[in-house]
């Protein structure tokens, strides 16, 4: 099993920064791919950017290619997304997500991914 804690969110006035980082424990070794969801009221959760964990691959969302960046720190098992040019539109609750999963993951789709952590809160305003 893999524990998932997130931190880094917090209210912010459109185009500033954020950085996310999640903490993974537990059964690290079995995770290949890891990403960043993010759910606003009465939305349904979407996939913001994924990391294949092997080779440090990376993948977005059209909506945040360019403003944001995922990256892996493989020694301390911490996972960041760096969001700039913030907008109103980017207030969501953000969700921490890893899956042992090698395909699939690439789409964004929430099926490749088994463990999810609490999520933290993103305001823009």
């Known amino acids: 099993h893999v524990q998932l804690v997130e931190s880094g969110g917090d209210l912010v006035q459109p185009g500033g920064s954020l950085r996310l980082s999640c903490s993974a424990s537990?059964?690290?070794?079995?995770?290949?791919?890891m990403g960043w969801f993010r759910q606003a009221p009465g939305k349904e959760r979407e996939g913001v950017a994924a990391i294949y964990t092997r080779n440090g691959r990376t993948y977005y969302d059209d909506s945040v290619k360019g403003r944001f960046t995922i990256s892996k720190d493989n020694r301390k098992n911490i996972l960041y997304l760096q969001m700039n040019s913030l907008t109103p539109g980017d207030t969501a609750m953000y969700y921490c997500?890893?899956?042992?999963?090698?395909?699939?993951?690439?789409?964004?789709?929430?099926?490749?991914?088994?463990?999810w952590g609490r999520g933290t809160q993103v305001t823009v305003s």
């Open positions: 537990g059964n690290t070794n079995s995770i290949n791919c």
């Open positions: 997500t890893a899956g042992s999963s090698a395909a699939g993951f690439q789409a964004l789709s929430t099926s490749p991914f088994s463990y």
